[in-house]
Structures are given as C-alpha cells and as structure tokens.
C-alpha cells in the first residue's frame, strides 16, 4: 500500500507522531510519502520512505501566503505521480481541509482517494473552538473518510464541541521501546549533579498551555527540601518567562534550559521524576516516552493524562495550576527511595502498553477497512 502522511514537522506530538508512524510502516512494506513545509524532525532515511516539500509561492497582492492551497496542490501532484492509495493527514487544520479540497480536485480528473484525519488535540481544544475556524474544522471532520482520535478525552471533546456526524476511533499515542528505554548514561548524570541530586525534567514546546512557570515553581519548593536540578528541554515562547523566574527565585544555577534535544532518551535515563502541569493535554506523549524510561510522572489530571499516568502508581496526579499538590508528591517520592523504585517499575509496565507493536496494527486494519470501503464505494456507484 502507497500511503501518503501529512503533518507538521516540529518537535511537537503530533509530527512527532506521524513521522514515527510513517518510520515504522515504511520498515513494514509500505511505501510511504511524507507532504510537509520541511523534513520532519524525527525523520530517518529508509528507502521506502519519500518526502515531498510544500513551497509556498510569495506574491506582493499575498500579505500571508496561502499555504493551504499549496498543500493541496502540491497533494494532488503527489497522489497523480506515485498512485498513492490513502491519505492519512495529522491535525485538522490546515490538512483535513487541504485533503478534502484535494480529494475534489482529483475527482475532477476521474481519480479518487480516501482520507483519514487523526485528531491531536489544539487543533479541537484550541484552533478549532475559535469561531473563525470552528465552521472548516467541523466540516473536514465530517467529510473524511475515517477519523481517530489520541485519547478517549480528546474524542469526547470533539463530540462535545462540534457537531459531528460520523464515528471517531480512539487509536492512543504509541512508544518505541526499542528507542525509548533505560540506558547507562551515569558519567552523564555525574556532570550535571556531581554531588548526587536528584534530576527533574520537564519536555514541551514551551507553549502556554504547557504552563512553564508552574515546573519552574514545583521545581523551587521541591529544591528547597531535596537537593535537585531541573532539566528543561525545548523551547518556545514561554521560555524567557521561566528563565526570568528562575533567577528571581534563586535557583537559575540549578536549572539548565537545554532547548530541543534529539537525544532526548539520554536525558530520560538519568532522571528520577517527570512534570508535566499542563492545562490541557490530549494525550501526554512526552510523559509517555518518559515512563517507557522508567520515570515516574508528576502531572495534572488535564484531558488524556489519566489515561495514561495512573496515579499512585506511576506517578500522581494533581488539578491544574495546584503547584502545591504536585511538589507534595515529587517530595514525597524522592524521599522514599523503595517507592520511586516501585514507581519507576510501574512506569514502564505501563509504558509497554502502548508501545508500537500494540498499536500500529490499529492503523493497518483502519488503512485496508477504509481502502476497501472507499473501492466497494466506487463499484457501487460505477
């Protein structure tokens, strides 16, 4: 099968997702094309794997060029030339609406392809409540030919913000244990805490919602009663603000802002606790790939997070903002050596299931269900 995937390439879950996806299909037999503005983060060469540029043309009568028509565009070119047999586009906007637009257009020219939407979360619980897009959002949803969703949460939100008229799968998030896993990394681990601290760590794209602040404040009144350092990977727009914190806080030495890391696993293997206080999570894939190490997660109990972080077992679970509650519980576990060690057991069990082998079969049987259907379809109809 001739697949193409559409997503966007940053360090965030959802490209993320999609290009680990798309990785592990191509290792599998399929062929798959990546359409994209860039080479996803993430992506590695395999030869059955193929990636597609979106260019955007500027003109002066274009204040903001249309991306979503080159996307388009540049997806009808892809399907014609190498036969692709489905779309899978991740995040509704733009891509579903893109897809749908070039599903159209190839209709126009006596071809035709399905394609499935797989809902991340900010596209529904963000980007798509604002009114300017909600009316597009809804529509694409319906129109695709299947639709998915990371977490049972993020499908009840869909259903509850919008009108839609068609079944949602849940098909979480997925983790690759080969990669993802506990390493000896200790010369490491001696470098940034030389005098035996623990480590803590906080992942994200430093949006927002991901509450930055509050790590950086969890991590100050854990500091205060056990020697530690913070680990902060990523980088975004709330950065400056953390930054500026820690040093109002006095504890800027013992923070590193690491910004994005490949690695990222490494960094995993030497820490002892994970934060993650998010307002709204969909699913938690940082968190996810954290306890697939064997760290033990600290987090709200925001959307899809209890999904996956059961509380008082690999990890613990707090409402958003109580900063308090959440530095309670990372105290109480760095203090008990034989419980972090439970929980850091618990955390991966856990982690191990959902980890590929689990999971990208779900989308196998999804992707021939809807070939299937789409081909029964035109026979009907011919």
């Given at each position: 099968m001739k697949i193409g995937i559409v997503c966007y390439p940053t360090f965030g879950g959802s490209g993320v997702l999609a290009t680990e996806l798309g990785m592990t299909l191509s290792q599998k037999g399929y062929e798959v094309h990546f359409i994209t503005y860039q080479q996803p983060v993430r992506l590695n060469f395999d030869p059955n794997i193929y990636y597609h540029e979106v260019s955007v043309p500027t003109y002066p009568l274009f204040e903001y060029p249309p991306y979503e028509s080159a996307l388009a565009s540049t997806m009808v070119n892809v399907i014609i030339n190498n036969k692709l047999d489905l779309l899978h586009v991740h995040y509704a906007l733009p891509h579903a609406s893109a897809a749908y637009l070039a599903r159209e257009i190839l209709k126009k020219q006596g071809l035709d392809i399905p394609f499935i939407t797989t809902l991340h979360g900010t596209d529904i619980t963000l980007v798509g409540r604002d009114p300017m897009y909600s009316p597009v959002v809804a529509f694409s949803i319906n129109e695709s030919?299947?639709?998915?969703?990371?977490?049972?949460?993020?499908?009840?939100?869909?259903?509850?913000?919008?009108?839609?008229?068609?079944?949602?799968?849940?098909?979480?998030?997925f983790v690759d244990i080969q990669r993802f896993y506990k390493s000896n990394k200790e010369h490491f681990k001696q470098m940034l805490a030389p005098k035996g601290e623990r480590i803590l760590m906080h992942v994200s794209n430093f949006r927002k919602v991901k509450r930055i602040e509050d790590v950086v404040r969890i991590f100050s009144k854990v500091r205060d009663v056990i020697p530690s350092k913070l680990l902060m990977i990523g980088d975004g727009p709330e950065r400056q603000k953390a930054e500026e914190m820690a040093r109002s806080l006095c504890i800027y030495n013992d923070v590193r802002f690491l910004g994005k890391q490949e690695e990222v696993d490494e960094i995993f293997s030497i820490s002892d606790l994970f934060l993650l206080p998010s307002e709204t999570e969909s699913f938690g894939l940082s968190a996810l790939e954290a306890m697939a190490c064997g760290v033990p997660v600290i987090s709200t109990n925001a959307g899809g997070l209890p999904e996956i972080n059961i509380h008082g077992k690999t990890g613990y679970l707090s409402n958003v903002g109580d900063v308090d509650d959440m530095a309670k519980h990372a105290i109480a576990l760095l203090k008990d050596e034989i419980l972090l060690n439970q929980f850091k057991k618990n955390a991966l069990e856990q982690a191990k299931r959902f980890e590929t082998a689990n999971i990208i079969p779900m989308y196998e049987e999804l992707y021939k269900e809807v070939v299937a259907n789409y081909k029964a379809k035109k026979e009907i109809i011919a």
């Open positions: 030919d299947a639709v998915t969703a990371v977490s049972n949460s993020l499908r009840d939100e869909t259903y509850k913000t919008f009108s839609i008229e068609r079944d949602i799968q849940v098909i979480p998030n």
